[in-house]
């Protein structure tokens, strides 16, 4: 018998390998991962991803992201920087809580925003600079310095202070350069100039104003990155809550010789704040993903439910970038491709937009029932409308068979639902909003659903609401 088996396993051998190559053979194959833009994803734990206007430093085979989660509190202070891996970008292993409220008296009652990490190859460190603030107030308008012998364990907090105890400092971020010399840019004078400061050999203080860009412009959300002996910064106007657009510059010399700055995506930056841009190095190419955010405080809602939404940085050459909406993102880590996921279209009943840069329509992810909104009309965002009583309907997603559906009592949010439920949270009727546009009332609340063009605030809201948001082409 023992022999016997053993035949027979060597015999599977040839088999197995076959289904190796067929299934795991493919390196690029194994690696693309598609993720639903403008969400806030999911942890491999299946825990919402709390990593709000952080960084990500790779290391390894591992991505690490890294961001703020705040606490439930009037004033929405600092409870703690959670740090989550990744070899794929898409499933995200939470590791640590790298920095907490407990971890220094001074972040007992603060507020902590756009943390960054860079390695210092002299000291073996991983140094984070952050923007700090009271826990009621933007009054300080201060950096701070935390430090960790490892990428993902206890930060150590080291000190806070105005750069060169002279600057204010609100919005920031950090750069390495080639050379390992270290880079901190910040937003100053109540964000009317943006500084970049010179760090010293440890990063754990400045050393020197490097330079002064764009007096008085107010920009803010810098984020830096060198590709082909040019140095490229994005940011975003300071508008508060505000959606505005993103503006990118590009320079030879980090300290000077800055150019002008150029328009870069929609005026909205399809509604998110740019935050962080990451290389992503492979085996075909490096691409480059701009990670920026959507803040919930823009809707009233707590800061832990702002979502993430990712855009690639097309480079047509070293003085002119562009970006794009993907609704859907292709993404494999292991070759650097990053592209729009192309979806077959579809017929059936839509939701449009059309007020935007993008004709948009308003979509449902097959697998996590994410909402997005498409520029293209597929399975996704496509509906079949059934009929209740001559009023009001239903509406059925094309892809997945289930319900449009709001339940007010857990908050304004519409999903999915399984088609076994017909009652009022599933109903909607239509009423004229004039130039062939539509309000869709809610019959369990009668509320009206809103939209931003790409998606954000998605949602019931008050009839009070008759801005274009509300307004949708219904065909």
């Known amino acids: 018998m023992q022999n016997t088996g053993l035949l027979s396993w060597r015999r599977s051998i040839p088999f197995m ?52 989660e705040r606490n439930a509190d009037v004033g929405m202070t600092f409870k703690q920087l959670n740090m989550y891996r990744s070899a794929d970008l898409k499933n995200w292993e939470y590791v640590n809580a790298i920095l907490t409220e407990n971890s220094h008296p001074d972040l007992n009652w603060c507020k902590i925003e756009r943390p960054k ?130 503006k990118y510059a590009y320079s030879t010399n980090i300290s000077s010789g800055w150019s002008s700055l150029f328009n870069i995506g929609s005026p909205s930056t399809y509604e998110s704040q740019g935050n962080y841009i990451l290389p992503v190095a492979g085996t075909g190419e490096t691409s480059y993903l701009y990670m920026t955010d959507r803040h919930a405080g823009a809707f009233g809602e707590h800061f832990n439910y702002g979502k993430y939404v990712w855009h690639e940085l097309q480079f047509n050459s070293n003085t002119d970038v562009t970006m794009s909406w993907y609704p859907k993102l292709s993404i494999d880590a292991q070759t650097g491709d990053i592209h729009k996921v192309n979806q077959n279209t579809d017929t059936g009943t839509v939701l449009k937009k059309d007020f935007g840069p993008d004709t948009t329509y308003l979509s449902m992810s097959n697998n996590e029932e994410f909402p997005y909104m498409s520029t293209v009309i597929s399975a996704e965002s496509t509906w079949i409308k059934e009929d209740v009583d001559g009023t009001y309907f239903r509406l059925k997603h094309k892809r997945t068979g289930k319900y449009l559906h709001n339940n007010t009592a857990a908050g304004n949010k519409v999903n999915l639902i399984d088609p076994q439920w017909q009652g009022d949270n599933v109903q909607w009727k239509l009423v004229d909003a004039g130039g062939g546009y539509s309000r869709l009332v809610h019959k369990s609340s009668g509320l009206w659903l809103r939209a931003f063009p790409y998606g954000a605030g998605l949602g019931l809201v008050d009839t009070t609401n008759t801005d274009n948001k509300t307004k949708w082409l219904v065909q």
Request: net charge negative.
């Open 17 to 68: 390998v076959c289904l190796m190559l067929l299934f795991g053979g493919s390196s690029a194959f194994a690696a693309e991962q598609v993720i639903v833009n403008a969400n806030q994803w999911n942890d491999t734990a299946g825990n919402p991803i709390q990593a709000h206007a952080g960084g990500v430093i790779k290391e390894g085979s591992y991505y690490y992201w890294f961001g703020v």
């Open 117 to 246: 990490i860079i390695y210092n190859d002299t000291t073996g460190q991983y140094v984070m600079w952050m923007h700090y603030e009271e826990g009621d107030n933007y009054n300080l308008a201060q950096a701070a310095v935390a430090v960790s012998s490892t990428i993902d364990g206890d930060y150590t907090f080291i000190s806070r202070g105005r750069p060169l105890n002279t600057h204010m400092s609100r919005d920031a971020t950090l750069f390495k350069d080639d050379d390992g010399t270290g880079y901190f840019i910040s937003a100053a004078r109540g964000n009317a100039d943006l500084n970049i400061y010179r760090l010293s050999a440890d990063y754990l203080s400045i050393d020197s104003l490097t330079a002064t860009l764009w007096p008085g412009n107010y920009r803010e959300a810098p984020a830096m990155v060198k590709r082909n002996g040019y140095y490229y910064l994005l940011t975003s106007g300071a508008t508060g809550w505000s959606y505005n657009q993103a």
